[in-house]
């Protein structure tokens, strides 16, 4: 679940606009609109943590989160998949937001909140368990979660497993 990477940023900083601007911009340049600006809390940092995957496990969030604080981690991205198997989608959800991790939508955060258009194909296609699983998860989000998955930036594309991003999201 953690990568750290110790590092100073520089003027140079290929990485700026997204310190600068307090998100992660897609194709189109635009920025995540739902992240806050908050240059001056990060720069300069350290130390970054890297979260995937968490699919709804509160608790294993919360211990890397501890860990990585304890190992002098200030920034946090999350690379997706936030929701989808475990029992605390919401908890989650807010749990990043709250700490404001620079994120990115998973294929199952996007699954999640595509299930009522997809319901008849998962029912056919999924494990009963993981059409389950999303269902469960897409009914007990509250609106306020969906809306930020809803609003997160997507870098992978599954039918495009080319991207330089393809295995991090997916």
Known sequence: YLAALKRTPTANDPLTGIWKYGGIANS???????????????????????????????????SVYEHATQQGAQLFFNAG????YGPFPNECVDFI?????????????????????????YQQKKHVLKNLAFQWAYKNLTPTNHRFLSHLVSFSNSKNKSS???GITN
């Open 164 to 166: 330089p991003l393809y």
């Open 28 to 62: 189109d340049s635009k920025v995540n609109a739902h992240q806050e600006i908050f240059e001056n809390q990060i720069t300069p940092f350290h130390c970054i943590a890297l979260v995937s995957d968490i699919h709804g496990n509160l608790p294993a969030l919360q």
């Open 81 to 84: 998949d936030t929701v989808g």
């Open 97 to 121: 937001r709250d700490r404001k991790f620079f994120s990115v939508i998973g294929d199952y955060d996007q699954k999640v909140l595509a299930f009522p258009q997809h319901a008849r194909r």
